[in-house]
C-alpha cells in the first residue's frame, strides 16, 4: 500500500522553464491537494480537486496549474518557473474531506535558479 | 492576519521532562482543529481531529486539548523519537489553514 507518491523529490529549475509534479494515491481517495511549505512557515494551499474533473484555487495558486482526469493522478504544472516557487512541495489526500485527516506524500523540493 | 499561532515556534526538552504546545485561532465557527507530526524531509503525519471546546483525544505520550480559542498538545515523559515539528490546523471553508509549527526536540 503506496499511499501518496510524489516525484521527483528533488528538482532544479532554471528561471523560465516548466515543469509537472506528479502526485498518485492508490487508496481511491476523492480529496486531492497541492499545498507549498516554506521555511519557517506553513503549509499554503495552492489547489484542491473533490473528485475527477474538478478542480479548484486554494491560496496561493498564482503561477500553477492543475488537472484531475482521474482519481488517482493530480499533477501539479509549473509555468515560466521564478525564484519565488522555490519551496517544499506537498501533495495529500482524503477519502472526505479535512475532517477525516490527510495523508501526505513526501514531498518534491524545487529549487528555480 | 494569521489565523493559526503555534508557540512556542522551539522546544528543546530532556527525555521524561512533560511539556505542552500551544496553538491559538481566530477562525469564527471552527469546524475543526488538527494536529499533525511532520519529521525532517517528510509529510506531516495526521495525529488528532478534535471538535468542540473541552474534547481531548490522546495517543501514546500525546494528549490533546481544545478550548473555545485555543488547542494544547501535552507531552507526557517524552522519549527522543517524539522529536519531530508538531503542526496545528483549523478548517475553513473546507480547507485546512496551518500554522507555522513548533519544532521538539527531545534530547536523552
Known amino acids: 500500500n503506496a499511499g501518496v507518491t510524489q516525484t521527483p523529490k528533488f528538482r532544479i529549475l532554471k528561471i523560465g522553464q516548466s515543469m509537472t509534479l506528479q502526485c498518485a494515491q492508490d487508496?481511491?481517495?476523492?480529496?486531492m491537494y497541492w499545498y507549498r511549505q516554506d521555511p519557517g512557515m506553513g503549509l499554503k494551499l495552492i489547489y484542491y480537486?473533490?473528485?475527477?474533473?474538478?478542480?479548484d484555487k486554494g491560496e496561493v495558486p498564482n503561477g500553477y496549474n492543475v488537472s484531475r482526469s482521474t482519481t488517482e493522478d493530480f499533477p501539479l504544472r509549473l509555468e515560466l518557473a521564478a525564484p519565488s516557487q522555490t519551496s517544499v512541495y506537498f501533495c495529500?489526500?482524503?477519502?472526505?474531506?479535512?475532517?477525516?485527516?490527510?495523508?501526505f506524500g513526501s514531498g518534491t523540493r524545487l529549487t528555480v535558479v | 492576519e494569521d489565523q493559526v499561532t503555534q508557540s512556542p515556534e522551539a522546544l528543546r526538552l530532556q527525555e521524561g521532562e512533560s511539556s505542552s504546545l500551544n496553538c491559538s485561532y481566530t477562525?469564527?465557527?471552527?469546524?475543526?482543529l488538527f494536529w499533525y507530526r511532520q519529521d525532517p524531509g517528510k509529510g506531516p503525519e495526521f495525529l488528532f481531529t478534535?471538535?468542540?471546546a473541552g474534547e481531548e483525544k490522546e495517543k501514546e505520550r500525546l494528549k490533546a486539548t481544545l478550548t473555545k480559542k485555543e488547542s494544547f498538545l501535552h507531552i507526557t515523559a517524552p522519549k527522543p523519537e517524539d522529536s519531530a515539528t508538531y503542526l496545528c490546523a483549523v478548517q475553513l471553508q473546507g480547507n485546512l489553514i496551518f500554522g507555522k509549527g513548533t519544532k521538539l526536540s527531545v534530547k536523552p
Open positions: 487508496m481511491n481517495h476523492n480529496y
Open positions: 477562525v469564527s465557527g471552527l469546524r475543526g
Open positions: 495529500a489526500s482524503s477519502p472526505h474531506g479535512a475532517n477525516y485527516g490527510y495523508t
Open positions: 478534535l471538535y468542540s
Open positions: 480537486s473533490v473528485g475527477a474533473g474538478i478542480t
